[in-house]
Every structure is written in structure tokens, then in C-alpha cells.
């Protein structure tokens, strides 16, 4: 059990534990308090996981990025990183920055930008690939206590949520299941408060098989946690071309462009990434058709 004096940020307490009365309580804790005092429900099954969404062959600083957390030892935020797979709005006054005044009231407006939370989902639905693949074909599956010190809400963030849980009190399971959302917008965003460490907050970090045998393989290899494999993403372009709709007729175009011998995997989309020809929104979406129609439906291998 982790208490507050081995918790590296020594923000971290227990819900419902205060800080000692000539402390200032850390802005993890009162975040946490605020979600809370507007969270109900049951407590969340101890059984479930959050997850990490990332795509795990893109570069950050010109660096790849398995080998720069390898050598941080840190899952960062986006205000450290400067890099993100949705929006990036991380600056003071930006979007990010004023979901996180309104969800979290407040409490981070003055943080340094490492002590503020990093982005994932609670696996509710405990798919194998992620709880929001959105975000990426990878993703580190955290140790259980880390739901402790997590908040979440639902829908995403960006879409100005009114519903939220903590650990003690989660009810946006059962609204996450009877809603319609599109199978990639479903997801129950967290935000892991404290520092996410590799060597000890981490159970698993989970690829695409694309990418056995590669660099990006090796570079998982230096992590200080154990590599697991899902099922893998693959996406025919015949069947690419039946979804026009879903992100638009420009975006199929780009995906059939970037086939190779008629599919897509992840690691083609990374490698396109990688060299600087696309815009990076532009292969967002592709990644979304990759995600949305060429899911696994096999067990993991």
C-alpha cells in the first residue's frame, strides 16, 4: 500500500483523508476533493483498470517516444510533453487549460505544468486494445491503486461534461453504457493525479503486433514494465472506401494512398507520421477509420 510519505509527488492522500491544518493542501488533492463533491454512485469495481492510450511510434522533440520515457521514467502530460493525439491546447487560456479550471475548480491554475494529470480511461468495457483507442493503438494498463487517485468524467472533457466519479463514487458507468456514442467517443475519461512512474504504477504496456520484431519493439523492450501484445488493428481499403462519411471522402483518400499491399495497420500510419510529408490532423483521421472499422475481434495473442 503507498502512503503519503513514498508517494514521489507527496501529493497524494487517500479520498476523503485531509492534509494536516498548517499544510497547504497539494492542487492534486484539491482537485480530487472538487470532483468528488460533485460525484455520486457506487464505488468503482476494484477489478477494472485505467488505461493510457498512445500511439507508440511517434516522435516527441525529434526523439522516439518509447526511448524518451525510457529514459524519463515518467508518462508526462501533454503541458510537459507539447505533444498530444487529440487537441493541443495545453497553453494559459487555451481549451485544455480552462477544462481543466472547470473540472478541476481551479485548483491546478497555478501548478507547474508537471504536477498537473495525465489523460486516460477507465476500462469499463475491458477491451483489450484500450478503454479509449481513440488516442492511440498502444496503451500502459495501470496498477489498481491507481484508481484512487483518479477522477473522470463523462462524456470526454471537451465536450463540457456535467457528469463525474471518483473512485468512491462512480455512477458514469452506467451512463457510458446506456448511451449511444459512437464506439470511439464512448469512453470514460481519467485523470490520474500524480506522477505516473514505469517502474511502479504500470502493469503492462500493450502493443499492436505490427509491431514485433521493429525498433518500436526494442524501445519497448527498455521500459521497466512487461510487453504485452493485443490482437492488432488491420483495415482492408475496400472496406476503408464503405465509410466516407465517417471522417470525410479526403481521408479515405489519404488511407488508400498509404496501403500497403491493400491495408492499413498502425505502424503505416506511424511511419507516415514519422516523415514529415502529412499533416498530423490529417493521419488523426485516418487513424480513427483505422480504429473504428479494423478492430480486433480476436483474443489477444
Not at 507527496?10 to 484539491?30: C, K, M, N, S, V
Not at 470532483?35 to 464505488?43: D, H, T
Not at 483489450?128 to 484512487?148: D, M, Q, Y
Not at 451512463?175 to 449511444?180: G, N
Amino acid at each position: 500500500m503507498r502512503t503519503d510519505t513514498d508517494e514521489p509527488t507527496g501529493a497524494y492522500r487517500p479520498t476523503g483523508t485531509a492534509a494536516p491544518a498548517d499544510i497547504e493542501e497539494p492542487a492534486q488533492l484539491r482537485a480530487i476533493r472538487h470532483v468528488a463533491a460533485v460525484s455520486a454512485g457506487a464505488p468503482v469495481d476494484p477489478g477494472l483498470r485505467l488505461t493510457l492510450n498512445f500511439h507508440p511510434d511517434r516522435l516527441v522533440s525529434g526523439r522516439q517516444i518509447l526511448r524518451a520515457m525510457a529514459a524519463d521514467g515518467v508518462y508526462r502530460s501533454q503541458f510537459v510533453t507539447g505533444t498530444s493525439n487529440g487537441g493541443l491546447t495545453v497553453h494559459q487560456g487555451g481549451d485544455r487549460w480552462r477544462w481543466e479550471q472547470r473540472i478541476f475548480g481551479g485548483a491546478y491554475d497555478d501548478a507547474p505544468a508537471h504536477e498537473r494529470p495525465v489523460y486516460g480511461a477507465l476500462n469499463f468495457r475491458r477491451q483489450a486494445v484500450g478503454a479509449a483507442p481513440r488516442f492511440g493503438s498502444a496503451h500502459f494498463r495501470l496498477e489498481a491503486e491507481s484508481l484512487t487517485r483518479a477522477t473522470f468524467c463523462y462524456p470526454d472533457s471537451a465536450a463540457e461534461p456535467v457528469d463525474f466519479g471518483v473512485a468512491t463514487a462512480m455512477s458514469l458507468v452506467d451512463l457510458a453504457t446506456a448511451d449511444s456514442r459512437d464506439a470511439l467517443d464512448d469512453y470514460i475519461e481519467a485523470h490520474v493525479h500524480g506522477l505516473v512512474l514505469l517502474d511502479r504504477h504500470v502493469e503492462a504496456l500493450v502493443l499492436d503486433p505490427c509491431y514485433r520484431g521493429t525498433e518500436i519493439e526494442a524501445a519497448a523492450r527498455l521500459l521497466p514494465c512487461p510487453v504485452e501484445w493485443h490482437a492488432g488493428y488491420r483495415l482492408g481499403v475496400e472496406e476503408l472506401r464503405r465509410h466516407p462519411d465517417f471522417r470525410g471522402q479526403e481521408f479515405v483518400d489519404l488511407g488508400v494512398e498509404l496501403a500497403e499491399e491493400g491495408f492499413l495497420d498502425p505502424g503505416i500510419i506511424g511511419a507516415a507520421a514519422c516523415t514529415g510529408r502529412y499533416d498530423e490532423q490529417a493521419l488523426k483521421r485516418v487513424w480513427h477509420c483505422l480504429a473504428r472499422f479494423g478492430a480486433p475481434t480476436a483474443p489477444p495473442v
